[in-house]
């Protein structure tokens, strides 16, 4: 949604004249500017967007990877006979 610079109030497009208006101040906007001031925000939000989905999916990843080692390289525990028990060794 398109607001004014000047106070943030919703912008109205005016077709034939290829500007926006705001309601509130009275601002004529020329069209060009305004909508690639707001595709900029919209395209650093779906950057944002991107980078933390990319960070979740690696974090998975990585986790699924690490329990896969520890399973594998899970040491084998040996069962201590009668006599270590008692001496605990």
Request: hydrophobic letters at 20%; aromatic letters at 12%; a positive charge.
């Amino acid at each position: 949604m398109t607001v004014c610079p000047r106070c943030s109030y919703s912008l109205v497009l005016l077709k034939n004249r290829r500007r926006y208006k705001c309601a509130k101040c009275g601002g004529l906007y020329l069209q060009k500017p305004i909508e690639d001031r707001e595709f900029r925000r919209w395209n650093e939000k779906q950057r944002e967007f991107t980078r933390d989905d990319t960070y979740r999916e690696f974090q998975r990843k990585f986790e699924e990877a690490w329990d896969t080692y520890k399973l594998i390289n899970k040491p084998e525990r040996q069962k201590l006979t009668e006599e270590e028990k008692k001496t605990g060794t």
